[in-house]
């Protein structure tokens, strides 16, 4: 069983104090108590809100932020970004949303962690960031929504799956269409056999390369409490101050092995074949591209294809699953095509376009009060992104590569296994 909850224990703790304060109410006429605390007039009492931190608040994290701020349920009290004009951004947002002069910000996301009364944080840093908070997010009893590419590599993967088994922190990867109603339709229909024996799955990797990562040229470095540097790199390896790194969609801050278009869309697409799989383990056999496909094949024979060309233009992120019987395709439009009408069976399916993440967000939050595991929880998402690292290692070595899954490595195969994870930085650790 997880770890009690600091939620339900400020639950308690306010629950009851409203109530000790609605019963002096009655006894002593000069206090009032505002509906608001007791939860009337459409108001959530105190003990119902999920108190809400955010790390890296940029450009997705507004968005996302956003989302939360929608939830009435959400009191969102503190912002931590290495820049100072996003904590301030931040701030105001934040502080205009709740009427008051509450939300507080931080430099250092040690010092948010720090704080007792917030329940949950929203990751979303830059991807160099994303799994080593999300594990010290953990380690200080908090639940977390945390950006994609959720890891750098398999190494970091496994760590922040066992991690969250560990410490039984409510995790949600930033995987949003598994939340979306035509998504979950198509994964159903694999899943549960409407396809008949599943063969292949389709994912969109938006690009197959795999690259190390360069130096900018060395430009001034901003003061600290302007720009912190040092810590924006964190565990990743020093490199030079130059302006472009804090704005792009970086993968990689230091030596190693960049993601590229496989770990960024494969951070969804991969992530749904891997739902329609039932979530197995990832595949077990990377084979480089070949006209323009990257087979990779499952324990069981299924196969999953990623490709770029060849889709039937249903927006971004499609997918594709195919079994004896059938096959059914989809994508951000919120539209699918069916190789049959009676595949849907009468059913009617809301048609949601655009991959908002509202949903996600609100399948998060339920399960931060309910302790239940959310749809884009730690163990799916991590083999997900390893089934993305492990096809950027083939790409990259520009071979077959075989992964076993019951001992997370490619056996005997020492090129390979090298890149299964990469040293940080002092003084960070996993």
Request: hydrophobic share 40%; aromatic share 8%; charged share 20%.
């Amino acid at each position: 069983m997880p770890p009690k909850s600091s939620l339900m224990d400020r639950r308690r703790f306010l629950g009851a104090a409203a109530a000790g304060a609605a019963a002096s109410a009655a006894f002593a006429a000069p206090t009032i108590v505002p509906s608001s605390a007791l939860g009337r007039d459409g108001a959530v009492p105190p003990s119902e809100r999920v108190v809400v931190g955010g790390i890296g608040i940029g450009n997705r994290g507004t968005y996302d932020l956003g989302c939360f701020l929608e939830q009435k349920d959400v009191q969102f009290v503190a912002v931590c970004d290495v820049k100072q004009s996003r904590r301030t951004a931040v701030k105001k947002i934040a502080d205009q949303h709740h009427g008051n002069q509450d939300c507080q910000t931080y430099r250092d996301f040690r010092e948010l962690l720090d704080r007792s009364d917030i329940d949950a944080v929203l990751i979303a840093t830059g991807p160099n960031w994303h799994g080593a908070a999300a594990m010290y997010a953990a380690k200080a009893g908090k639940d977390m929504y945390c950006e994609k590419p959720c890891t750098k590599n398999i190494a970091q993967s496994l760590i922040l799956k066992e991690t969250m088994r560990r410490t039984g922190r409510v995790f949600q990867a930033g995987t949003q269409r598994r939340n979306l109603p035509h998504f979950a339709f198509a994964c159903e229909l694999a899943r549960t056999g409407k396809l008949g024996k599943l063969t292949k799955v389709y994912a969109h990797p938006a690009g197959m390369q795999a690259m190390t990562s360069g130096w900018l040229p060395l430009e001034t470095e901003p003061p600290k409490d302007v720009v912190d540097w040092n810590l924006y790199l964190g565990p990743a390896a020093w490199r030079p101050f130059n302006p472009k790194l804090l704005d792009g969609f970086n993968f990689e801050k230091g030596g190693g092995l960049v993601g590229g278009g496989v770990l960024e869309w494969g951070s969804h697409c991969v992530d749904l074949c891997q739902w329609a799989v039932n979530d197995c383990l990832p595949p077990v056999e990377y084979n480089p591209p070949v006209n323009g496909e990257l087979v990779a094949r499952y324990e069981n024979g299924v196969q999953l294809i990623y490709r770029e060309k060849g889709w039937i233009p249903l927006g971004s992120c499609p997918v594709r699953f195919e079994g004896e019987n059938g096959w059914i395709e989809t994508g951000d439009s919120g539209k699918f095509v069916l190789s049959s009408p009676e595949l849907l069976a009468g059913r009617s399916v809301a048609e949601i376009g655009g991959y908002p993440a509202t949903y996600h967000v609100r399948d998060f939050l339920d399960c931060v009060k309910s302790r239940r595991q959310p749809k884009g929880n730690a163990d799916a998402a991590c083999n997900a992104h390893i089934a993305c690292h492990a096809a950027n290692i083939a790409l990259y070595l520009n071979r077959q590569v075989k992964f076993d899954n019951a001992t997370n490595t490619f056996p005997g195969d020492e090129p390979a296994n090298r890149l299964l994870g990469e040293a940080l930085r002092e003084p960070w650790r996993l």
